[in-house]
């Protein structure tokens, strides 16, 4: 069966989880195919609330194997406190939580010198999550880094290759003036969590052959979204990985032919956390009402997020970068009780109506949205099932979203839980 890509069409934080989770029961197998600790992806089901950071949130399905692809950067010891975490909840992974071989260790000099480079920058600075994602990609780039495979060698050599590693990591400390890492320290710890870790590791590549040959449903799950993308979102104000449909191809080990269906998140207003061009960015009570009805607060840092208003430029990028064919829009009930519901449908640049979305970032900055604007809908409970219930100015907004993207959106989301999901005739 042809793959399925869910994947972020704003600044991540869309909700892709919700709809992962809603879509799992068809697939075999998720597969998390960038990123690392920096993601926090939120489930509601009925046993409560589940907070994912690295492990890919399908593994909440007893039947789905869960695999972290060869395109992430993993954090070890993260992801043995996020594994801790479901164990004390009796999610059973045994056998089902796979690792590939070929992703990319995040080392703690990766983080050390992520907040080292961010403190440096100062308010220039990205606004990363602290988690160390920039070095550690820049690690694999220059072929420097550690690959989760390097946790299959013997102690000594685990030992040995963390120390140099570190010792490496010390050299780009030193620059900062920082004080070092102890090399021998940290090496113990990678030497102490070996044997937990090495059973999930395997060959990736192998098993996804074999998986198309079984006919098995695969599930790719994107983190963080398009516009943060390394090569086509606003950089430098970006994360350091593929978030779009390329990284779900070079992260994954799928071909393009074996994707069947990409489905774009997005919301229904737009957030950003961490610093960069926003264009519609609300500074102002619209704003502040949409984080507070929104809970727009990071899953992983706790920032609060920026908020705005929709913003179909950079939402029409998205869909033409990805090729989508459909999309999900997700916390439609958040804009519940806006008397005006405005959504950017160009931007001003010098004095100038554009209707693309710049790739350089110093025009984006200078980028002013141009506004329509439509009635809003009492703040109330939105329909749980079928979209004929929902208020008629909210069909109206979706719709017009819809058409002006010229694209279906298969899903609305009108809550956290599972059941408050609309899908819509042909999904
Ligand atoms: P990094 O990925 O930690 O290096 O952060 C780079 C930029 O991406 C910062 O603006 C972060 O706030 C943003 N970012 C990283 N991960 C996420 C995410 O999961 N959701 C939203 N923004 C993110």
Not at 57 to 76: E, F, H, R
Not at 221 to 241: F, K, M, R
């Amino acid at each position: 069966m042809p793959a399925t890509v869910i994947l972020g069409g704003q600044w991540g934080d869309e909700g892709k989880a919700k709809v992962v989770d809603f879509l799992m029961s068809r697939h075999d197998v998720v597969l998390r195919f960038q990123g690392g600790a920096n993601a926090g992806h939120t489930v509601v089901n009925d046993d409560g609330t589940f907070k994912f950071h690295q492990i890919p949130s399908g593994i909440l399905y007893p039947d789905v194997t869960a695999v972290m692809g060869n395109g992430m950067v993993i954090d070890p010891f993260a992801f043995r406190d996020e594994l801790g975490e479901l164990l004390k909840r009796s999610i059973d992974v045994a056998g089902r939580l796979l690792i590939s071989s070929a992703a990319q260790v995040v080392m703690p000099h990766h983080k050390f010198i992520d907040s080292l480079m961010e403190g440096e920058l100062k308010k220039n600075h990205i606004g990363s999550t602290g988690k160390g994602i920039g070095p550690a990609y820049s690690s694999k780039h220059s072929r420097r880094g550690m690959r989760m495979s390097d946790f299959l060698l013997s102690k000594e050599e685990l030992h040995e290759l963390v120390t140099r590693s570190t010792e490496w990591g010390n050299r780009y400390v030193e620059l900062f003036g920082a004080p070092p890492l102890s090399a021998k320290k940290i090496a113990a710890d990678f030497v102490n969590i070996q044997e937990l870790i090495s059973p999930m590791i395997i060959d990736t590549q192998e098993l996804v052959t074999k998986w198309k040959a079984d006919g098995k449903n695969i599930m790719l799950e994107g983190a963080q979204g398009t516009l943060l993308d390394i090569d086509h979102g606003t950089y430098p104000y970006v994360t350091s990985s593929n978030c779009s449909i390329g990284g779900a191809i070079s992260g994954s080990g799928l071909a393009p032919r074996d994707i069947g269906r990409a489905i774009g998140i997005f919301k229904a207003y737009a957030t950003r956390v961490g610093n960069g061009p926003f264009p519609t960015e609300l500074e102002d009570e619209t704003g502040d009402c949409l984080r507070d009805k929104g809970r727009e607060f990071g899953t992983t840092t706790g920032r609060p997020r920026r908020c705005g208003w929709f913003d179909l430029v950079a939402a029409r990028y998205a869909v033409n970068l990805n090729g989508l064919e459909e999309i999900a829009l997700t916390k439609l009930d958040v804009l519940s009780g806006q008397e005006k519901i405005r959504f950017c449908v160009a931007y001003e640049l010098d004095g100038e109506r554009i209707g693309y979305f710049p790739q350089n970032v110093h025009l984006l900055n200078r980028c002013k949205p141009i506004y329509e604007e439509m009635p809003g809908w009492p703040d109330q409970e939105l329909g749980r099932g079928d979209f004929e219930d929902l208020p008629e100015n909210a069909k109206a907004y979706v719709r017009t979203l819809e058409e002006r993207l010229g694209i279906h959106a298969s899903f609305i989301s009108t809550g956290p839980e599972r059941s408050s999901t609309i899908v819509r005739e042909d999904a």
